[in-house]
């Protein structure tokens, strides 16, 4: 057992503040800037910008620039640290608490839910997303992605990434307006480009919206090794995220076909 003299875990430490626990959990469901957590959590934005700090400080969230308006910025909830953490105060506590990082796929079973990923060219973000979901539920979920400007083909590194390191194969799929699927039902919108946030069109009051902030992986830059390395390392980001969107579907009380 612990110490009664043992300092508090770091986590227990930062997360223990009811405004910073607040903003984890408001962060938790997706992507938000600062004003959009100012009003969510009802603070004014030297407060929350004064958490979000020292949230940063414990590598709990990051930030990244948002693509679409470069002076604004996306928060986003540091998962597989935030699991690390957990684990490690647990263990501080008793070793038989120190859990598992891994969250658990939804039972089977239950009524197939239906999930749209949207970035701009739906080329290699929300492609990479719907693979992986596909790839994870084993077909339990309808999943589906478009673009709000698609491109002409997928690009060809997002095909080589899942094909070498995820086993899947999606050369055969081709980029989709969004504009197609007016009308169809989601339980879940989940948008991956900052520009596409602004312009996805609603899908009904029923659909959940979720942000994660993904840059451009084609965009990183001019050559081939180049763009495969951001490619990869953008899948690899997608595949955290999938993995621990799982036990939120799972926990999703209704789903429509």
Known sequence: ?????????????????????????????????????MTLVGAPQNL??????????????????SSRDGRDSYYRLNLDRC?????????????????????????????????????????????????LLRHHTAGRVTVTSAGSRPAARVHPHAVRVLREQYGIDIADRRPRHLDTLRGRRFDYVITLCDKVREACP???DHARRIHWSTP????????????????????????????????VLAQTPEAHS
């Open 1 to 37: 057992m612990a110490s009664s003299e043992q300092a508090l875990p770091a986590f227990v430490r930062l997360a223990a503040h009811t405004l910073r626990w607040r903003l984890l959990s408001e962060l938790a469901a997706g992507d938000l800037r600062v004003r959009e957590l």
């Open 48 to 65: 929350v910008s004064y958490h979000l700090r020292l949230l940063r400080d414990g590598d709990l969230v990051t930030v990244t620039r």
């Open 83 to 131: 699991a690390q953490a957990l684990a490690s105060a647990g263990a501080a506590l008793h070793p038989a608490l120190r859990g598992v990082p891994e969250p658990p796929a939804p039972p089977p079973g239950r009524p197939r839910l239906s999930v749209l990923f949207a970035c701009t060219g739906n080329s290699a973000r929300s492609p990479i997303a719907e693979a």
């Open 202 to 204: 609603e899908f009904g």
């Open 216 to 247: 451009d992986p084609a965009a990183a830059g001019r050559s081939e090794q180049d763009v495969h390395a951001a490619l990869a390392r953008a899948a690899a980001d997608i595949d955290t995220r999938v993995r621990y969107l799982l036990p």
